[in-house]
Nanobody, 119 residues
C-alpha cells in the first residue's frame, strides 16, 4: 500500500525558511513524478512544484519559483521542498502527491502538513 507522509510544517515569520519532507513507501517510484500542492483557507488546491523520480526534471509555480526548491533523496525514498523567503501568502496546508510519469492524474496523496507564515 502506497503511503506518502509529509512532515516539516510549522510556524514561520516572513523571510524565514522551512523544509518539508515527504516519505514515500509501498512501491517503487522510479517511474513516478512527485509533486507538492497547497491549499489555503477558502481557496482551491494549487500546484507548487514537481520532480520526476528518476529523471532530473523539475517544475515550479510562478509564485514560488526562485524561492522554493524540490529535491529527492533516493536512498531515503524522500522528497523535499525547501522553502526560502517565506511570505504570508505561502500559508496553506501542503500536500505531497505521486503520479505515473506521462499521466495527468495524481494517484496518491499524503495527509498534508500545515505551514503558517506571519508578517
Amino acid at each position: 500500500q502506497v503511503q506518502l507522509v509529509e512532515s516539516g510544517g510549522g510556524l514561520a515569520k516572513a523571510g524565514d525558511s522551512l523544509r518539508l519532507s515527504c516519505a514515500a513507501s509501498g512501491r517503487t517510484f522510479s517511474n513516478y513524478a512527485m509533486g507538492w500542492f497547497r491549499q489555503a483557507p477558502g481557496k482551491e488546491r494549487e500546484f507548487v512544484s514537481s520532480i520526476n523520480w528518476s529523471v532530473p526534471s523539475t517544475s515550479y509555480a510562478k509564485s514560488v519559483k526562485g524561492r522554493f526548491t524540490i529535491s529527492i533523496d533516493n536512498a531515503k525514498n524522500t522528497v523535499y521542498l525547501q522553502m526560502n523567503s517565506l511570505k504570508p501568502e505561502d500559508t496553506a496546508v501542503y500536500y505531497c502527491a505521486a503520479r505515473l510519469m506521462g499521466q495527468l492524474k495524481w494517484d496518491y496523496w499524503g495527509q498534508g502538513t500545515q505551514v503558517s507564515v506571519s508578517s
